[in-house]
Nanobody, 121 residues
């Protein structure tokens, strides 16, 4: 059974940084894409970024480009978030799927429980 577990959320002031981590288990994760999806209160969930097993990472939210960095080492996925803004406040989910990154940014088969990121102004 494939599982992903994320951690690293918290409360931070605007301009601060957080580093989210995700660990996959139950599979070698070869040929799995892993990504980050967030959902703010009252809003639809949106894909943030995805790292395929091979190839370039994908970004789905223009507002985080240049501030967030995604990285991956086999079944471990990270999201370094710098210069955080109040609008980044959301539950952040780690997710995985076999094959390539989803075109929509949020179509995954396996999901973590989420880690809360709250940015105060």
């Amino acid at each position: 059974q494939v599982q992903v577990v994320e951690s690293g959320g918290g409360l931070v002031q605007a301009g601060g940084s957080l580093n989210l981590s995700c660990t996959g288990s139950g599979s070698p994760f070869t040929n799995y894409a892993m990504g980050w999806v967030r959902q703010a209160p009252g809003k639809e969930r949106e894909g943030v970024s995805c790292a395929p097993w091979h190839g370039a990472v994908a970004w789905f939210v223009d507002s985080v480009k240049g501030r967030f960095t995604i990285s991956r080492n086999h079944a471990k996925l990270y999201l370094q978030m710098n210069n955080l803004k109040p609008e980044d406040t959301a539950m952040y989910y780690c997710a995985a799927r076999y094959g390539s990154c989803p075109g929509s940014g949020d179509e995954y088969n396996y999901w973590g429980q989420g880690t809360q990121v709250t940015v105060s102004s």
